[in-house]
């Protein structure tokens, strides 16, 4: 069964260093997604992408934040400059979209990648 | 704005006893429902969804009925197996594209 991937599965880093994470959605979606979870606390969403644009953001997706597909079937997500409470799990999501199929507007999600800021 | 409570986990059953993990949501508008569980080291699968009042969805034994009048989409299962041990997500969407809004996950632990 078609799955999405996220890499790394765990990253530790420094306060105020840049970090990359990164998903390979489903190879025929076209809706991408990325939410967070702080340790024992809701799944949040922060952006939707879609047409090689943002295509709606929460409040939590601030100017530290920004979303790229580089290519064909990566999605990454960049915290600039990251702070001790962007310590959580990031969950990417893909979509396929459209009301013509079954199952076109379920959203299959990562594994998700732990972020732990020191 | 559209918000989804769920209640507190952890919960700890045996072998074949009865779940139940309740969910109510608050919406402006009729949401389509969802229920997403994860198993450890794994991401959120789909479990169930109810795209309107009175639907029932079903999966694996689990079910969930979308209740407008409650505002609820309670999650039960006859029989719980070890298997069944998870963290389950309560979940609604308003419309086709537009984000799914989670509740906090519900931690199941069912022991031999």
């Known amino acids: 069964e078609p799955e999405v991937t996220q890499t790394p599965s765990h990253q530790v880093t420094q306060m105020g260093q840049e970090v990359i994470l990164r998903c390979v959605p489903i190879?025929?979606?076209?809706?991408f997604y990325w939410y967070r979870q702080i340790l024992g606390q809701k799944v949040e969403f922060l952006v939707s992408f879609y047409n090689n644009e943002i295509s709606e953001k929460s409040e939590i997706f601030d100017d530290q934040f920004s979303v790229e597909r580089p290519d064909g079937s990566n999605f990454t997500l960049k915290i600039r400059s990251t702070k001790l409470e962007d310590s959580a799990m990031y969950f990417c999501?893909?979509?396929?979209?459209?009301?013509?199929?079954?199952?076109?507007?379920?959203?299959?999600f990562g594994a998700g990648s732990r972020l732990t800021v020191l | 704005g559209n918000s989804v409570t769920q209640m507190e986990g952890p919960v700890t059953l045996s072998e074949e006893a009865f779940l139940t993990i309740n969910c109510t949501y608050t919406?402006?508008?009729?949401?389509?429902l969802f229920w997403y569980v994860q198993y450890p080291g794994e991401g959120l699968q789909l479990l169930l969804k109810?795209?309107?009042?009175?639907d029932k969805g079903s999966n694996k034994g689990f079910e969930a009925t979308y209740r407008k009048e409650t505002t609820s989409f309670h999650l039960e299962k006859g029989s719980v197996q070890v298997s069944d041990s998870a963290v389950y997500f309560c979940?609604?969407?308003?419309?086709?594209?537009?984000?799914?809004?989670f509740g906090k996950g519900t931690r199941l632990s069912v022991i031999a």
């Open positions: 999501a893909s979509m396929l979209g459209g009301l013509s199929r079954s199952g076109a507007n379920v959203l299959t």
């Open positions: 919406a402006t508008g009729y949401p389509s």
């Open positions: 190879s025929n979606h076209l809706y």
């Open positions: 109810a795209t309107k009042a009175d």
């Open positions: 979940a609604l969407r308003m419309s086709g594209n537009t984000p799914l809004v």
